[in-house]
């Protein structure tokens, strides 16, 4: 699976908050440049439980490997989550955020997760 230009937060993150091992974020915690909710950004020099975004496309530098090559089918649902927090800030939701989850959603082994997903996804908007 090729994505291209895809904007997620970094997968360790949004697997603690898809776990509920940390609150959903806060989307004013950053400021300036570096909003936590700012597609594309990086977000240095904010406090440890900030949301930090990575950034990927076709012209990685040499060495690097391929988005399809890093993630796991699990990441890559991971990564919508990343893709929704961006989308429920654009009030719109990605045309990349149904790609990724319609492929989860035929599967009955992923119907837990894909539950905790929309809670998770709920108590953000919430927040914002």
């Known amino acids: 699976m090729k994505i291209h230009r895809l904007t997620l937060l970094t997968l360790t993150q949004l697997v603690d908050i898809v776990k509920g091992r940390v609150p959903a974020p806060d989307c004013t915690t950053c400021s300036g440049n570096h909003s936590g909710c700012t597609a594309g950004s990086v977000s240095t020099g904010c406090a440890a439980n900030d949301i930090g975004y990575i950034f990927l496309n076709e012209d990685q530098a040499a060495g690097e490997k ?15 989550v990343g893709y929704f927090f961006l989308s429920l800030r654009r009030n719109q939701l990605l045309p990349e955020t149904e790609a990724l989850l319609k492929a989860y959603e035929d599967d009955p082994k992923n119907a837990e997760l894909l539950q905790i997903l929309e809670d998770r996804i709920a108590e953000f908007a919430e927040s914002c």
């Open 66 to 80: 391929s988005l399809a090559e890093m993630m796991s089918d699990d990441d890559l649902l991971m990564a919508s």
